[in-house]
T-cell receptor, first 112, second 116 residues
Framework: NAGVTQTPKFQVLKTGQSMTLQCAQD?????MYWYRQDPGMGLRLIYY???????DKGEVPNGYNVSRLNKREFSLRLESAAPSQTSVYFC???????????FGPGTRLTVT | QKEVEQNSGPLSVPEGAIASLNCTYS??????FFWYRQYSGKSPELIMS????GDKEDGRFTAQLNKASQYVSLLIRDSQPSDSATYLC????????????????FGTGTLLAVQP
């Protein structure tokens, strides 16, 4: 029972390159989230999916797109990476909005 | 005013002492409150969730919620060096008629250092 998994763990991109961060959960949770964490800024919500088939913007959605592929998987895509997107990205899930979220191990992304 | 505020610390306590971590929030009708622990280079790990006024105890941890004063706190009894980490307070916003939203707002965290 892996909980929440994320791939890759580390990634270095050049400005303008694209990539997709993958998240999968085996907790049978309905809701999934993407956050970024920067020093001094805390965790900020990028996008979320309240249930399979729906996605909504969070606090900092610009420069990102998401896909809720099925109940288990939620991906985050950077179409044209910028140095400002250098951050640690976390995926999280919960049963529904009232309940605690469980986090994946994170992806450390550097854009040069 | 930030929606969720924490003192960034560091909060330094000796081993065996009680560590007291505080968090205030601005949304008067928030319903769900959480404490996470985050070790350096790791992901946030849930410690406690609390939904109603009063105290909730789990082992060495006690969460305290006071909705009238809009604060939530975490007490760690018999602090150990392994408790040294950043503690994140998170508050779920209330969406009015629609109920709780999916927007969990995090504070920037308090760094706790337990000295052996």
């Amino acid at each position: 029972n892996a909980g929440v998994t994320q791939t890759p763990k580390f990634q270095v991109l050049k400005t303008g390159q694209s990539m997709t961060l993958q998240c999968a959960q085996d907790m049978n949770h309905n809701s999934m989230y993407w956050y970024r964490q920067d020093p001094g800024m805390g965790l900020r919500l990028i996008y979320y999916s309240a249930s399979e088939g729906t996605t909504d913007k969070g606090e900092v959605p610009n420069g990102y797109n998401v896909s809720r592929l099925n109940k288990r998987e939620f991906s985050l895509r950077l179409e044209s990476a910028a140095p400002s997107q250098t951050s640690v990205y976390f995926c999280a899930t919960n049963r529904d909005s009232r309940y605690e979220q469980y986090f994946g191990p994170g992806t450390r992304l550097t854009v040069t | 005013q930030k929606e969720v505020e924490q003192n960034s610390g560091p909060l330094s306590v000796p081993e065996g002492a009680i560590a007291s971590l505080n968090c205030t929030y601005s949304d008067r009708v928030s319903q769900s409150f959480f404490w996470y622990r985050q070790y350096s280079g790791k992901s946030p790990e849930l410690i406690m969730s609390i939904y109603s006024n009063g105290d909730k105890e789990d082992g060495r941890f006690t969460a305290q919620l006071n909705k009238a004063s809009q604060y939530v706190s975490l007490l760690i009894r018999d602090s150990q060096p392994s408790d040294s980490a950043t503690y994140l307070c998170a508050v779920n916003l209330w969406g009015g008629y629609g109920g709780a939203t999916n927007k969990l707002i995090f504070g920037t965290g308090t760094l706790l250092a337990v000295q052996p």
